[in-house]
């Protein structure tokens, strides 16, 4: 219990770092308001097309007798809205950390300045940077992807699928939205995703303490928007702890 409280306080360290720091969370929800309302408008689209999806997936119900085709239907409705719901959290993260990239790299870079022992980071064009960035997250995706079949399949298992699967599958976004937060931090240090991944799962319950609420957090309209710039900077500070330390800080901590 002491990690996952350690996680959630670094969670609310990093959203008081922004808090203290006006410019940059104004600025730092810019990217997350334009990546928003793109989401919004897919979101959107998925609620009214879901129906007819579902429908169209699934003609072998068209014969069965009523009520079962539509509870059938209605709990695959369930499943994949959610299933995108939870698939936005994450890719939407990724999709403003490309979207904000230099300023988000400012962010950390700050608050790596004011803990001490910064890294200088690796000698990348903004371009390199862009492209490094988007096939990492490209490959987080297609995890997170493939963790999605396997929940949604369980999805349909009597009791398991709506207790225990959705719960897992706070965890697993909760833990793959950390992994794409920290690597702003991680990067300007570079690890490699295989190494990211490593090391915060070598961490679980501290990750999971900072991301799940976090998950549960980004559900809400706007608040993603919100709490971004914030969400960067306590993800810095948890890089700083699940990697190996660095020199004595110079300057306050941004809790200071």
Request: net charge neutral; aromatic share 10%.
């Amino acid at each position: 219990m002491r990690e996952i409280w350690g996680g959630v306080r670094l969670l609310y360290l990093g959203q008081k770092w922004a808090a203290g720091h006006g410019r940059e969370w104004r600025l730092g929800m810019v990217p997350a308001l334009i990546t928003l309302v793109g989401y919004a408008a897919a979101l959107v689209a998925l609620l009214v097309w879901t129906d007819d999806m579902v429908a169209w997936a699934t003609p072998f119900a068209d014969h069965w007798a009523s009520p079962w085709s539509g509870a059938f239907r209605g709990l695959l409705d369930a499943v994949v809205v959610g299933g995108g719901l939870l698939l936005a959290v994450i890719s939407f993260t990724a999709m403003t950390l490309l979207v904000g990239q230099p300023f988000y790299e400012t962010v950390a870079a700050r608050v790596d300045r004011a803990e001490g022992g910064a890294p200088e980071g690796p000698e990348l064009g903004l371009w390199r940077e862009l492209w490094v960035s988007t096939v990492d997250s490209v490959r987080v995706l297609v995890r997170v992807a493939a963790f999605g079949i396997v929940l949604f399949a369980l999805g349909f298992v009597p009791v398991l699928g709506q207790t225990v699967v959705p719960a897992v599958g706070f965890c697993v976004s909760g833990f793959f939205l950390t992994l794409e937060l920290a690597a702003v931090a991680m990067q300007r240090r570079d690890v490699p995703l295989r190494e990211r991944i490593r090391v915060l799962r070598a961490r679980l319950p501290l990750v999971l303490g900072f991301g799940v609420p976090l998950v549960l957090a980004f559900l809400v309209p706007l608040v993603a928007v919100f709490l971004m710039p914030g969400a960067v900077a306590g993800a810095t500070l948890l890089a700083r702890e699940v990697l190996p330390p660095g020199e004595p800080a110079e300057e306050g901590r941004p809790d200071d």
